[in-house]
T-cell receptor
Framework: DAGITQSPRHKVTETGTPVTLRCHQT?????MYWYRQDPGHGLRLIHY???????DKGEVSDGYSVSRSKTEDFLLTLESATSSQTSVYFC?????????????FGQGTRLTVV | DQQVKQNSPSLSVQEGRISILNCDYT??????FLWYKKYPAEGPTFLIS?????DKNEDGRFTVFLNKSAKHLSLHIVPSQPGDSAVYFC???????????FGKGTKLTVNP
């Protein structure tokens, strides 16, 4: 357990509603990431953060926004959920010590948009 | 445009035999490679890694080989155990970046 907590673990929401997923870490890692996992696509980076208030887009960022107001929290928001955003979302952290090695993942959030 | 490719969606081996999972990459700027294992309903967990300055790294039953000229790496598991049954993801990191690029994964099944 690398000290990462994702909430909620499961969520069903309706198309067009806003949804926020939370990632909380207790390890003081500098970098935080949001990935989504879909069959046939593996893990794809949505957004990442390299410090408080410092974020950047990943390869599948359309329809998502993020915020990081504290080192320990990284929020992923779907402003208006669509069925294509039904997925399993993973938060990851890295960068506590150098040289940086692996990223640690949370348990995932299963989101269903109906 | 996939930069990290795992061309075998699945692999089945007998317990006690060797499992070989393969990964190809296209970007020569990658300088660090990792393997993750993922069980259903859990997050990926780090397994083993290798720097681009090495060609082999071993940790117990797991060995990763890197062939830079061929832009190819492989994960060997010897001997394979039923508990190794999982999806294995290959990942790569570009020099100067903290982002990991993942392959699509290979589902390994080890039969008793």
């Amino acid at each position: 357990d690398a000290g990462i907590t994702q909430s909620p673990r499961h969520k069903v929401t309706e198309t067009g509603t806003p949804v926020t997923l939370r990632c909380h870490q207790t390890e003081n890692h500098r970098y935080m990431y949001w990935y989504r996992q879909d069959p046939g696509h593996g893990l794809r980076l949505i957004h990442y953060s390299y410090g408080v208030k410092d974020t950047d887009k990943g390869e599948v960022s359309d329809g998502y926004s993020v915020s990081r107001s504290k080192t320990e929290d990284f929020l992923l928001t779907l402003e208006s959920a669509t069925s294509s955003q039904t997925s399993v979302y993973f938060c990851a952290i890295s960068g506590k010590s150098l040289p940086n090695t692996e990223a640690f993942f949370g348990q995932g959030t299963r989101l269903t948009v109906v | 445009d996939q930069q990290v490719k795992q061309n075998s969606p699945s692999l089945s081996v007998q317990e006690g035999r060797i499992s070989i999972l393969n990964c190809d990459y296209t970007n020569s700027m990658f300088d660090y490679f990792l393997w993750y294992k993922k069980y259903p309903a859990e997050g990926p967990t780090f397994l083993i890694s290798i720097s681009s300055i090495k060609d082999k790294n071993e940790d117990g039953r797991f060995t990763v080989f890197l062939n830079k000229s061929a832009k190819h790496l492989s994960l060997h598991i010897v001997p394979s155990q039923p508990g190794d049954s999982a999806v294995y993801f290959c990942a790569a990191r570009m020099g100067g970046s903290e982002k990991l690029v993942f392959g699509k994964g290979t589902k390994l099944t080890v039969n008793p």
